[in-house]
């Protein structure tokens, strides 16, 4: 029995001593196969991964694993020698757990914290003294981490042991390869390395370059940038826009960072934002909001519905929604709504004013509070705060600021320089312009003509007109007036106006060829004044003074009145002079008889 019992003890020593040989044979063999796909990839140090598994279950403080799709929070320290040992390396990570609790990382991948004293996770020295593992974790909702355990680490992975030099084993450098230290060399001028297949396939005689990699093409192993399973950094070739495409195969958006700044967001949520430009859409937390161009809608918190495009466009709007910027730096300063502007600048000051809109190069600038605003053209409309004013054509209504409601169709057109702020006026025309508030001007010093199908219809009705008196004078004013034939001096007229004119073209000083029929302004108004006479047919809210030549017609009326009931008391004289001569001539024949 005893001899039987030393024989089996024998035979244990001998597999044991067996197992132990065929593990070394299989740990050379590992190296070996390593070293060979080093060499296909044209590597000339073998390469280890730096990291290895680590798997647990976490739990509440009621003992229960948290629920599937749970984040939590480890911290993961390596320590030498014992559980109360020198940190050597720490770092964070934030798994996942599965419906069991069951969470797993991979240490070594996870974020560093720096602690003091700490080394690379690389260069950690496994083969020296025995390691532990402590792992602390964070339970959701908490801000301190609580110790779970710690353990030795009884096995560590193969590949990272042997990449810091561990084992203590001696390797005799075969044919083709030499060895120098930790490090492993192919000598590919010896016949060993001369490969010209893989797995059966072809190797191309195309020399590699710095950077290449093996790529099956068209039944041949060829060298080439392009990554298998990723975009190249130096572009791209062979490439199939129905199969390959930048972007996700799920739900979850895609940002692009520059800096480590936002330069674009694409997201497949409903009613979600976009972006494209460094820094467009910063802080954005609002729906609905689109910006292209550097830096535009940067400051957008809340507001939404807004459209940026080009550079800072929108940069400054916070709050303001429904507005759209197209154009460098438009709506620059914005942080109201429902503003529209197109070209660089537009509406580059506006802060609080709404619903206006400007279309063209630094139109509506100067806005800040101005609201319902409309100008199209190119630096035109100067107003700041007053609001309801339409402009459309080249610096037209420049020298408005503060006034409203103002229209000005035409190239220019505009109130007069010495007159600016006024409201409720219309300017038609090119340099078409007005003094005064609540006036209209149709064209500029050169229209010869005005053409309508009708008449200008005055309103006139008796509903609203108060202190009505009949105290218009007749011949007394028609005798005074001084008709005369005149000739238009544009050149004078406009500068009386303060017209700045340079422009010009086929006909300008036609209205100069004309002989005009009329009456002098000044002299009207003296001839009114003589008689003490209120007349409202002298303009005098330019410089240059104007007849309004319908109001003549009641002085005229009256004067055809005053001519009538003095021909129809002549009539009558003569009527009675007309029988008495009949009479006398009657007596006259009775007297012959």
Known sequence: MERKKKWQLIKLINLNNHFKKLNKEIMKKILLLSILFTVVGFAAIAQVPQAFNYQGVARNSSGAAY???????????????????????????????????????????????????????????????????????????????????????????????????????TYTAGTGISI??????????????????????????????????????????TPTTTATSGWSLTGNSGTNSGVNFIGTTDTAGLSIRVDNQSAGKISSVTYSSTSFGYQALNVNTAQVNTAFGYQALKANTTGNGNTAHGTYALANNIVGINNTAVGEQSLYNNTDSFNTAIGYQALYNNSTGYSNTAIGSQELYSNTTGSKNVSIGSGGLGNTTGSGNINIGWASLTHNATGSYNTALGYMADLYSCCPNLSNTVELGYNAGVANSNNICIGNSSITSITAQVDLTITSDARVKNQVQSNVPGLSFIMLLHPVTYHYDVRKENELLGIKDTANWEGKYDIEKMTFSGFLAQEVSASAQRIGYDFSGVDKSHNVWGIKYSDFIPSIVKSEQELNAKNEALEKTVAELQSEVNELMKEMKEMKK
């Open 180 to 221: 120098s230290g930790s490090t492993i060399n192919a000598n590919n001028t010896n016949p060993i390395w001369n490969a010209d297949e893989i797995q059966g396939v072809p190797i191309s005689t195309v020399a590699a370059t710095a950077g290449e990699v093996l790529a099956l093409n068209g039944g041949i192993w």
């Open 67 to 169: 629920p599937a799709g749970t984040t939590i929070n480890l911290r993961l320290t390596v320590l030498d020698l014992g559980s109360l040992g020198t940190p050597l390396y720490q770092e964070t990570q934030s798994p996942t757990t599965n419906q069991f609790g069951l969470f797993t990382v991979a240490i070594g991948t996870g974020i560093p914290t720096g602690l003091a004293g700490t080394m690379a996770f690389s260069a950690v020295p496994w083969g020296t003294g025995a390691k532990y593992l402590r792992v602390e974790m964070m339970p959701p909702g908490s801000s301190s981490y609580d110790t779970l355990g710690v353990s030795q680490l009884l096995s560590v992975p193969y590949a990272m042991f042997a990449g810091n030099g561990g084992g203590g084993s």
